[in-house]
């Protein structure tokens, strides 16, 4: 098993990327740049008047439909997750993010468009040490059938169920991962957003997903898969909700030594359970935007 990283990183050099929100359907980039240790993940708003600064904290979440969305006073960004969840996996603990555009761009709904730029910049290791959330003893959270729960590890590990009794073609799906870079990109990265038609029509009909089609959703109506190339894997939806878990867990501000097993999870209850993990290492918020302690998980 790889062991955990010891030092910050941050990327080597500044890249660029630009596209569609899926949602607002605007015109969005985004420049990296590389930040000093104990910066943290930062969007900056540089569109806007006085250029805003947007932690990527659990802090900054505002509740939002099928997407996670942060928020501080004056600006916002929405649909972070599948970008955070690429610099979780490539172990990025400081970076500046500077934004033109109310939204991350959706590329092709997964995680490649986000992974090619961070292999691009390249990756480096700064001077400051990692500091880790790592889980001692079990800690849950639970509402109805959805539920997650942190057991401990001496790595970050995902087990996921994906349970759609509504849909044949998707039915019950399950993945196992250890998340490291290479397994990252090979496994989870190309995994696409979901849905089913009738779920995402009346979104469609209302104008809430103006940027929004085959080219960068996944989409089952009447059991077949409507993108002409199909699946990417068998199992392409549940993969995508690890991809997605991964990226809300990084709003605890800290990388995760645990096994995170979810059943049938979205953002709101990754979100609750996130700030479930923070709670019970004692944690203060402004401590997650300093990076000014770590913390060890225990029950009490």
Known sequence: MQEPEIFEKTFQKAVSVSGVGLFTGEKVSLTFLPADTGSGIVFQRVDLPGAPEIPAVLSSVREWPRCTKL????????????????????????????MKGPEIPAGDGSALLFVRAIEEAGVLTQLAKRQYIKIQDPIYWSEGDVHLIGLPADAFCISYTLHYPQSKIIGSQFYSFICNAERYKQEIAPCRTFSLYEEIAPFIEKGFLKGGGLENALVVKNDLILNPEGARFPNEMVRHKVLDLIGDLAL?????LGHIIAVRSGHSSNLAFARKLASASQAREEYFETFANSYVLENR
């Open 71 to 98: 928020e501080t006073e004056g600006a916002s960004v929405q649909m972070v997750e599948h970008l955070l969840s690429a610099l979780s996996a490539y172990g990025i603990d400081n970076l500046r993010i500077e």
């Open 252 to 256: 605890t501000g800290f990388p995760i």
